[in-house]
């Protein structure tokens, strides 16, 4: 992703928009030093002592993800393709999150692994184990750097400070709070982001909604901007997904990015796990993901009918819209960063700028929370130096957040340098989700599924999705819009499959006891409930819950359909 | 909640838990509280004409702060009327959310 850091993006701050944004830094690193006191084992500073209350693991859940790419990206998406955006919330992350909390939590929180890759090992063993604990410790602190790089793009264009300042200093206010505070402190800062980004967005779309008239005024805009309607309705997305046949464009969002693409983020990728095996019982942990999306149904009119509205009112991106010129000095992603120059005044200015690095921030301090996770338990503990005692552990886990951040920030100027680079990085990585999601439900569900089918599905998995991208990237497979990235998806997860049947059934599988907790069918009903839920309210069911998610996403397609 | 939390096992008995006053929702309060000082002030003494015409007539400074305000309001009337028991053995309950 992009900005055009130029002036015409300079907004003018003033005195009590920097007093905003400078209280609310106060607030970050307040919350640092205060879970600093409760931190006093490792599992605390990692896992902030599974203590957590659902909905504040429920709303960092979603938090964590709502970082540079959710907030500048949808928003361009918005501007750029209209209603069928919304799908990458509705379709893209709802049911993913309500199947994360129905069926694959009970094995996460009920088998107390401490990560992701860690339910790996004990499903398929080291092998399995090392392949993920490497890649994704790798992808995390390039992401971290690619969260960082934003960041300062971001206060370069806004604010002017110079791109290398802004990277160390907001490398220094991460490190800080993570490193006093671990996963606590990085799960509070989350919490209070989302409001933050909350209380920014919310008065920046009525004040968009106002000005361009009203919903009608917004139809008519649209329509008389493409001269069409498909724009205003969710299906069947043809631009979005990049078929021209309706069918495949269907096919393609449902399957590529509602099943494969969407399962794979939000059920595998530990960054989003982490925040529900934080929480303090299993019920809590099924309710973390289900909390969170009540939330994630309606941040996208927060994100993409504001940018719907700068495509129509902000004259620049209008133009750029028809006619797709670079003389504009705009491109989609600077849709949102548009609509604030334009319709805020000094005070507000400063809330929507605090709301903004507060999300670019959180999705490098989730990144980097995660990150030490892994590390220290997964790698370090793991294979380097083992059966120390926990304080040891605490250490390691502290001094690598160090070089995490040291790591982001080197990252961070590399990708200065090379902003397709990152692009290319961002997608490479989301396509080690789809295969990892592959072997999971396979593994969960199949009792057969061997531990050398473990790691052989998940590598030829990848090495399918990388093929179908590098193809794609040189012009051998044709696919505008989205196209490619499903289809990666798609052949990832097929592939997978099929490697991991035909090697299980070539290959000894593991002996049932050592399957129990992590197999359903050999896990007593009884280890996947937890003895402190009995008293729930009926909100606090997660079945409920998820089914009344799972309505309202029906009834909002029905209504924009 | 806050940072404390009901101990888990015996590897926790014992230990001092801090619970109450670094409740999340106080946090927010605070900080929702100051934005809301801020912006209410803003908006009643510090618009301009210009101001209003840029977000369509609407004294958004005014209105996001009294609705910041409220939100700081709710949130500690949600603290007084729930608040964080501490667990002291791993007894359940706590605070429900």
Known sequence: MTLVAEASLRLDAGFWDYTLIAVYFVFVLGIGLMARYAVSDSLDFFLSGRSLPAWVTGLAFISANLGAIEIVGMSANGAQYGMPTMHYFWIGAVPAMLFLGIVMMPFYYGSKVRSVPEFMLR????????????????????????????????????????????????????????????????????????????????????????????WEGLTRGVRDATGSTEQLSLWPG????????????????????????????WTTNFVEVQRAMASKSMSAARRTPIIGAFPKMFIPFLVVIPGMIAAIIVPELAEFKETQSAETGVDYNDAILLLMRDLLPNGMLGLAIAGLLASFMAGMAANISSFNTVFSYDIWQRYVVKDREDGYYLRVGRIITVVATVAAIGTAFIAAGYSNLMDYLQQLFSFFNAPLFATFILGMFWKRMTAAAGWTGLVAGTLSAVTVFVLSETGVLDLPGQGSAFLAAGVAFVVDIAVSVAVSLR??????????????????????????????????????????????????????? | MSISGSGQGTTRAGRARRAGAFDIRIVIAALFGIFGLILTGMGLFGTSDADLQKSDGININLWTGIGLLLVAVLFVLWNRLRPIIVDTEAAAGGERD
Do not use: C
């Open chain 1, 123 to 214: 499903r398929f063993g080291p092998t399995a184990h090392l392949v993920n604990a490497i890649s994704f410790a790798l992808a995390q602190v390039l992401i971290a750097g690619v969260n960082l790089f934003l960041l300062a793009t971001l206060v370069n264009a806004l604010l002017g400070w110079p791109r290398e300042v802004a990277v160390i200093v907001a490398a220094i206010i991460v490190l800080s709070y993570i490193t006093l505070g671990g996963l606590s402190a990085a799960i509070y800062n989350e919490v209070l982001q989302f409001f933050v980004i909350v209380a920014a967005l919310f008065p920046l779309t009525v004040v968009a909604l106002d000005r361009v008239g009203g």
């Open chain 1, 507 to 561: 290959t000894a599988p593991k002996p049932a006891k050592e399957l129990v907790g992590l197999v359903y069918g050999l896990t007593p009903k009884e280890d996947l409930q937890d003895p402190r839920d009995r008293n729930d309210a009926w909100y606090q069911r997660p079945g409920l819950m998820a089914g009344i998610a799972l309505v309202l996403i029906i009834i909002l397609n029905i209504i924009f359909f």
């Open chain 1, 238 to 265: 043809n631009e979005l997904a990049g078929f021209d046949s309706s069918l495949l464009s269907v096919i393609g969002i449902v399957f590529g990015l509602g099943f494969v693409l969407s399962f794979g983020y």
